[in-house]
């Protein structure tokens, strides 16, 4: 049999998350007790979100220094000792960055089969469905309303400003680098792109959005989350989906100015949310989404690289910006 | 004929407002056009909002130095020219601090007659309304939740600490000095008041909200915001009524942390709003209100003040905490 290689959380950053604080181990194969499933892990998802685990504890329990790396990914299974799976179906859950990883069947979450494997993770998986509930149950965007989103050529942002389209609004993605801005406007549709490492935000909203902001889909936080709530409109609506701004490094300081102040006078509604609030309507999104990819209204960008050693340089290039797109590593 | 005596707004603050900062005048009668009626101001309104008015543009455009200073008032009618409006009425607008007032009919509020007059600026006015829709609409606490309140002893909180018993919640009142705190207990029933300037007010809430904060309804922002979003529970909701910490001094350097981090992983919602988006039900608002205190169940605290030349002093009382319950000024 063979050893499972894994990448090891071996420090808590302090500060910025670097190589050191991860490394390359190896350990015994895994197996899989009663109601569990043995998963050979295909691909793994990066995600900020990894980050703001090891600041502490969120919606899950804080990392610690010594663990396997947590994170999702698609697995196969190689051995089922749960009823309703089978050897060769896969699922997603949190594996770790590994190769192969026991888990309680009721810890995961079937996947249908769909081409290509990585839209599981992208479009058809918690990027996409992200995107959607956040966007449209939290956001609310109405037909001809100006929407504006951060991190607007990561993974979730993409889909947002493309699904915003789709319902008819104005659209403004704030991303880094002129690259990424010229690419939202010609390959997404994007109506307009703040490159926010070259400009002013403030400023740059008023000739991108003129009419005002009704909907800011805030991916970042800090400076940015600052500068579109002194441009929102009365009874505009803020998604809070994250704050990468604010993970890489020690806990946030402070919150943005204008607030609550703003947040009073012009009535606005700042809702916070996680994908799998909305799992009741899971089955409606995945269609929708699917109807749209399959139209040629939502493209799906992908940052797909390869093999497990890779996966911390991954997430490392992640929190800088390198990736356009869901970023995702290929184990096998 | 008499002159109309007024308070104007000798010079705008730059900080802490003061005495120096107002001049009493006299300036002629006002006399009413076509449209418009004329008023003899009854019951002058303090309010937190007056101060906010004075930093900038908020739901009203700013204060401006040399006008009669800002203020809504119980006037009644001496004088009719618009249709519907006869002498006697009682209305509520925005009449300044004066002793007359000629303002057109449509931006008055006519008030069906209530005993004593004062309850108008009080429980059946802006202050009962805010309380009401802030607590019942934007917050929507359920039977059994914890509800805490800040300024708890103002005129907005201690109607909605009042009401949030009426709905069956655990009532936490948060409010400077002993002696309020005291009388939150004792005389409205609140089931626990922290004294923000004695305690760490985090540490307190530990105590006073074990299980954990359901609705915060925030009348100061600031530090007493960040203390409660900490102490949220998972899907909580913050009615944004107002920031008076921030009003009495110069522009708002910057928010509370954990802005947006903790609203992302609690999945809370804030939300702003002002009394007049719920006009449309205002009626069942004052319905409930009456109700209530008929039976017993509100207590209507107030604090009224006799001179228009005490107004400017009533104001920079009530920024300091002076006031228990509904600061008003009666002009005659």
Redesign the interface.
Known sequence: MTTNRQIQLAELPRDKLGPEHFKLGEAAMPSAKDGELLLRVRYISLDAANR?WMQGA??RSALEAGQVMAGGAIGEVIESKAPGFAKGDLVFGDTGWQEYAALPAKRVQKLEKREPMTHLLSVYGVAGLTAYFGLLNVGQPKSGETVVVSAAAGSVGSLVGQIAKVKGCRVVGIAGGAKKCAWLKSELGFDEAIDYKAVAVGAALKDAAPKGIDVYF?NV?GDI?EACLFRMNTFGR?S????VS?YDGQ????????????????????????VT?FDAERGKALADLESWVKAGKLKVPEDVMTGLENTPRALIGLLAGDNIGKRMVKVV
Chains 1, 2 share one sequence.
Request: with cysteine.
């Open positions: 703001a969120t919606y805030d936080g989350l803020i809070c989906c994250g704050a604010q806990a946030p300081r402070h919150g943005p100015r204008g607030i609550p102040g703003l947040i009073v006078t012009k009535r606005l509604t700042m809702r916070g949310f996680i609030d």
